[in-house]
């Protein structure tokens, strides 16, 4: 499957974003799906996840209550509303999926950047003071 994430961009401080994770060539509808982000100079880190059937979402402590994660299999798309913006959310932001899984594993989701196959190429946000 291939991964494509768009949406990000320039934004002051306490606005929001949505990004999105567009997928194709594959049966996106069977993927866990997590986002990721890397500020500069800083390692990667997980910002939320997905299963594949919608029933289980997990946000990072840093974005709880502010980052929503939800898809839309039908348009094979994940996508991360982000409200409250702070400047520390500055950071290439990327999709991954995990996957195809078993139908039996419609509410598994991980944390784990190791656990994800398949990258897309990142969309920048900036958050401004």
């Known amino acids: 499957v291939q991964l494509q994430a768009s949406g990000g961009g320039l934004v002051q401080a306490g606005d929001s974003l949505r990004l999105s994770c567009a997928a194709s060539g594959g049966t996106f509808s069977r993927y866990a799906v997590g986002w990721f982000r890397q500020a500069s100079g800083k390692e990667r880190e997980f910002v939320a996840a997905?299963?594949?059937?919608?029933?289980?979402?997990y946000y990072a402590d840093s974005v709880k209550g502010r980052f929503s994660i939800s898809r839309d299999n039908a348009k094979n798309t994940v996508y991360l509303q982000m409200n409250s913006l702070k400047p520390e959310d500055t950071a290439v932001h990327y999709c991954?999926?995990?996957?195809?899984?078993?139908?039996?594993?419609?509410?598994?989701?991980?944390?784990?950047?190791?656990?994800?196959?398949?990258w897309g190429q990142g969309t920048q946000v900036t958050v401004s003071s």
């Open positions: 991954a999926a995990d996957g195809p899984l078993p139908y039996y594993s419609g509410s598994y989701y991980s944390t784990e950047e190791g656990k994800y196959e398949y």
């Open positions: 997905i299963s594949f059937n919608s029933g289980s979402t």
